[in-house]
């Protein structure tokens, strides 16, 4: 599991993340929400070794991240940015090749992308230019890319990163990427971290929900325990209201108010 202890991260003198603990334990779905600025991101960079914390420690598999080799982590930890630009006109084939590049010339290599263009339903954008592509259909291969990075033949541990995967997706495909991210949790030994905007989403579909305001974890617990009237509008300050979703029982949704 990923464990994370006292993190503490400040600029300009603003502590953007203030005394943060959590674990992320395999076969987790586990999303992080909070109004724009709370400093979700930046957790989720320190969570994943691309920023260092001033003080506090991320230990992976009892192992502090910053003492894992590139190589091995890139087998087991994949991370998908809130922007993912590439400069260079890569096809789409290309770049979700790409999530190969950490196990070099291995006999496996094919099947593995032949299962993320599949699971990622990114088959009839195969010969696109990556550049060319819409917003959405950039996430779409953006998340094929980690799939065939952490795809193995035999379940391991491995650990997904996300900041808002979906902020671009339809209807169709935010559902269709969701079911998969759980899917993944529940076949095998699979951890997914992911930051969401869409509390309705997160409501369906996470087994854990952490809620973070100005740099500081103020609730964690099941959909039902985080994404409650008081809680949302407390640290969102929005006006809504939350009702229970029609055909999931026990399942919260929120909805502004007019
Ligand atoms: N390097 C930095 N220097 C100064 N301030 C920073 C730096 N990085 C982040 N911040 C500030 O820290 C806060 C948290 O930023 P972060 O990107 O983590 O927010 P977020 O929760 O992901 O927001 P959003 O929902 O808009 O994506 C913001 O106020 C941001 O301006
Ligand atoms: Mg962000």
Redesign the pocket.
């Known amino acids: 599991m990923l464990r994370a202890e006292n993190l503490t991260y400040s600029?300009?003198n603003?502590k953007?993340i203030n005394d943060v603990s959590l674990d992320l334990v395999p076969g987790q779905l586990v999303t992080i929400i909070?109004p724009?600025?709370?400093?979700?991101?930046?957790l989720l960079r320190i969570l994943t070794g691309y920023l260092a914390p001033d003080s506090g420690r991320c230990l992976l598999q009892d192992r502090c991240l910053s003492q894992w080799p590139h190589l091995e982590l890139a087998k087991i930890r994949g991370v998908m940015n809130?922007q993912s630009g590439l400069s260079f006109p890569f096809s789409v084939r290309d770049v979700i090749a790409m999530g190969r590049a950490p196990y070099g010339k291995h006999k496996l290599n094919q099947q593995a992308i032949d299962c993320a263009v599949e699971m990622t339903e990114c088959g009839t954008l195969l010969n696109r230019n990556y550049n060319q592509l819409s917003g959405g259909e950039k996430q779409r291969v953006q998340l094929g890319r980690l799939m065939a990075q952490l795809w193995h033949s035999s379940p391991e541990q491995r650990y997904l990163f996300l900041d808002e995967p979906t902020s671009a997706l339809d209807l169709y495909h935010q559902q269709h990427t969701l079911r998969l991210l759980k899917k993944m949790t529940r076949g095998a030994p699979f951890s997914v971290c992911t930051i969401l905007?869409d509390l309705n989403l997160a409501a369906l579909y996470a087994d854990k929900v952490l809620l973070l305001h100005q740099g500081t974890l103020v609730a964690s617990g099941t959909p039902k325990e985080v994404l409650n009237t008081e809680l949302l509008t407390r640290w969102y300050q929005a006006d809504l209201c939350v009702c229970e979703h029609p055909e999931s029982q026990g399942l919260p949704q929120v909805c502004l108010k007019r």
């Open positions: 600029r300009l603003k953007i909070g724009n600025g709370a400093g979700k991101s930046t809130q905007h």
